[in-house]
């Protein structure tokens, strides 16, 4: 074993770690804001906007990532990176909302009730009593949401984007070092997802906010 | 509502007739004479997953029962274990198994062992978790009850603790396998011919992406969703025990 190997090849593995990070980051933000908009219309008491969110949250669900991916950048032929925010964000977007929609429930029964008696209207409610409550009960699960963001984010190398895992291989390429440069990979995604995870229990105890 | 009721049949009647329409209009004659290949390359997917799922099962229990009742030592060896693996993405360990494994036996590793390593690794760790959760989801209760009737430990574990674990864990399993059918799709990136890799080189070979990326996504879709129907059986059957 010779570990000079990921001196020598520091600064791509920086490159390709910034990489995984802003196109996780990028699409945490993508996969919250599409995954809670569609799980709000599934809490929904609409038959419509229940089959509808149903289907959405079924096909992706059952598709593989890599697929999205492929079909996004070698049939829609989108960019690299657009092709990989986009399958990152639509993958996740259906779990999200299932998790949205089941918190949604949990804390909606008698809220709503109380609302309507304060004399409040239904979307003032939803916006100012239900929401609010559902982000405390769905933070642990959106947690493990985003942590699996992380760790598919290791696919966008298959399209050439230059991260972490992409890097990794490089190294492999040239130096035959595979077995380094994926230990070394390893604990830098490790590092990435314990960095998701404090974020999200520091959220979780209300001191950023 | 009813008219909300009409609206979806429209819909679905609608999809229905734009996607025969869009199908009809793919080019299939020249995906026609590569069926066989497909198919055979879906049946080796689902085999790696399904002997995947096999030897993760295997070592899922003994790591599981370690990190549940074992000692200081042993519980703390089994969590790093699991740990990272769950903390690797797929593709890395993939990788990493394809890398490593030769440094280990010193000779060549082929793509398709390299790939049943690795899933059945993920998998390993993945049920370890969902086993220590169905352990954990058996009221401390029972253990005391079996005790109190004078059942050894073993027989404590076998006969009344494991039953109710594994009514509970079922959805989860479910969950878990219709991931790791969707997690096979990556073992294409060290060149296993499964089913993603066999669509590729079709498409390569005779360039249809319309037709090819559809039988894609309906193998991939039909197999899920066959999956979670077969186990959402027995889950019907075997209600969750409160």
């Not at chain 2, 049946?43 to 009742?69: E, F, I, K, N, Q």
């Not at chain 2, 401390?140 to 494991?162: N, S």
């Amino acid at each position: 074993m010779d570990w000079s190997v990921l001196w020598q090849y520091r600064a791509e593995l920086a490159e390709g770690l910034g990489i995984t990070l802003a196109i996780s980051a990028a699409a945490i933000l993508g996969a919250t804001v599409l995954g809670v908009g569609i799980g709000c219309l599934a809490a929904s008491p609409s038959y419509l906007l229940q089959r509808l969110t149903g289907s959405y949250t079924a096909l992706l669900r059952n598709l593989p990532l890599l697929v999205k991916l492929f079909f996004l950048y070698f049939v829609v032929n989108l960019g690299p990176f657009t092709a990989a925010f986009a399958a990152l964000v639509l993958h996740q977007s259906a779990p999200i909302a299932d998790v949205t929609a089941s918190g949604i429930r949990s804390v909606a029964a008698g809220q709503f009730d109380a609302g309507l008696a304060l004399g409040l209207t239904r979307l003032r409610i939803f916006w100012l009593v239900i929401l609010p409550q559902t982000f405390r009960v769905i933070l642990p699960p959106m947690t493990t949401q985003y942590v699996a963001i992380v760790k598919n984010s290791a696919v966008v190398a298959l399209i050439g984007v230059t991260d972490l895992t992409f890097q990794t291989q490089e190294i492999n390429v040239q130096t035959f070092r595979g077995f380094e440069a994926a230990t070394a990979a390893t604990l830098l995604y490790a590092l990435a997802t314990a960095l998701v995870i404090w974020t999200m229990a520091r959220l979780q105890r209300g001191r950023v906010r | 509502m009813k008219w909300e009721r009409a609206a979806w049949r429209v819909i679905q009647v609608l999809t229905v007739l734009g996607g025969g329409v869009a199908l009809a209009r793919l080019d299939w004659v020249r995906v026609v004479p590569s069926a066989q290949y497909l198919a055979t390359s879906l049946g080796r997917s689902w085999v790696l997953a399904m002997l995947a799922m096999l030897v993760g099962g295997a070592a899922a229990v003994p790591l599981a029962l370690l990190r549940t009742y074992g000692g200081r030592g042993p519980r703390f060896l089994a969590a790093g274990v699991i740990e990272l693996v769950r903390a690797t993405p797929e593709l890395m360990v993939i990788f990493w198994v394809y890398f490593t494994l030769p440094l280990l036996t010193g000779s060549g590793v082929s793509a398709w062992n390299a790939a049943l390593a690795a899933l059945a690794a993920i998998a390993a760790a993945s049920l370890a978790e969902i086993i220590r959760g169905g352990l954990f989801s058996v009221p401390h209760g029972q253990h005391e009850a079996a005790r109190a009737l004078g059942l050894r430990p073993v027989a404590i574990f076998l006969r009344v603790v494991l039953p109710q674990a594994l009514r509970n864990m079922l959805p989860a399993l479910i969950a878990q396998l219709v991931a790791l059918f969707k997690t096979t799709s990556l073992v294409s990136a060290i060149g296993v011919a499964d089913f993603f890799r066999a669509v590729s080189v079709t498409n390569n070979a005779v360039y249809a992406p319309g037709a090819l990326y559809t039988v894609l996504g309906a193998g991939y879709f039909v197999s899920c969703w066959a999956i979670t129907q077969v186990v959402r059986r027995f889950d019907n059957r075997y209600q969750p025990a409160d």
